[in-house]
């Protein structure tokens, strides 16, 4: 199958893409790829096992895998609507944690960041502060949504539109955290 069709079904199913000829059928240890509309960029997934094991973002396709069509659509195994994280989340006392609080206080300063940086031009001292500053940022929520994942379940990714910004799910229906703008 070709990625767009891949991508559109994976997103449909909240499932994986991968390359069939990338997976060495003797191994249960392959990369695959969670398609996403957020910041977070596409995320290459170490799977083990059929499970998630460790993920990372900004996955950068090569031009063969573009144009390739043996990609094919898999799902985590146990994996669906449930969270696959040991505890249960209380949204709003996990907000009120210490660790929530650090959350919403990256998010806030990345979202400020990536607003700051719209105002100048790229090549500027101007621009290249405010580029730091949002790679910063997007490291330490990364770091923030892997402890998410490994206590709750499930991803969450970052989001910022014109109208607001905050912290939600793939399908953007349970949203961890939302403001809006003013």
Known sequence: MKIH?????????????????????????YAAIKPTNSYDTCRLVVM???????????????ADDLMADDWNVIKEVGAGKERTGSMKMNKEKFLHTEMGGE???TIKLW???????KKYV?????YYKEEEKVIRYAAKWEA?????????????H?????GYFGI???DEEDWLYKEERR
Do not use: M
């Open 158 to 162: 970052f989001t910022s539109t014109d």
């Open 103 to 105: 959350i919403i206080a």
């Open 144 to 156: 923030f949504q892997i402890a998410l994942h490994q206590f709750y379940g499930g991803w969450w």
């Open 48 to 62: 083990a096992g059929g499970k998630v094991k460790r993920a990372c973002r900004c996955w950068n396709p090569t």
């Open 122 to 126: 790229e090549g500027t001292d101007k």
């Open 111 to 117: 979202d400020r960041a990536l607003e700051e940086k």
């Open 5 to 29: 069709k891949a991508v559109k079904k994976a997103l449909e199913e909240d499932a994986l893409i991968i390359r069939t000829s990338a997976r060495e059928p003797e191994s249960d240890i």
């Open 168 to 170: 939600v799910t793939d």
